[in-house]
């Protein structure tokens, strides 16, 4: 089993920027596509932004696409979500996950096996 372990969030002025990282431990990192999703209080869990296991694609949530870019190293065993032109409804908890969802999936929470502890983010106006 893999263990994630999220990092680099804080509070940030709107407009400014985060980098997210995740570390995972195990030999099998590189076997999984990975994933970001944010929680913000009294909504649901949903999803940012998904990389496949190569880092040659990514997948973006309408919300976040241009602001946001997930990178990953797999000789690193961790995974980025470089945060830029932040907005307050940014604000949330945010969960790397890996798994092996379809290029069609990415988005689909129940496609990820295994979850970190999340970090907060604020982004005050």
């Known amino acids: 089993q893999v263990q994630l372990v999220e990092s680099g969030g804080g509070l940030v002025q709107a407009g400014g920027s985060l980098r997210l990282s995740c570390a995972a431990s195990?030999?099998?990192?590189?076997?999984?596509?990975m994933g970001w999703f944010r929680q913000a209080p009294g909504k649901e869990r949903e999803f940012v932004a998904g990389i496949n296991r190569s880092g040659s694609s990514t997948y973006y949530a309408d919300s976040v696409k241009g602001r946001f870019a997930i990178s990953r190293d797999n000789a690193k065993n961790t995974v980025y979500l470089h945060m830029n032109s932040l907005k307050p409804e940014d604000t949330a908890v945010y969960y790397c996950?890996?798994?092996?969802?379809?290029?069609?999936?990415?988005?689909?929470?129940?496609?990820?096996?295994?979850w970190g502890q999340g970090t907060q983010v604020t982004v005050s106006s």
């Open positions: 996950a890996g798994g092996r969802p379809s290029s069609g999936s990415y988005d689909v929470i129940h496609r990820y096996d295994f």
């Open positions: 195990g030999r099998t990192f590189s076997s999984y596509a």
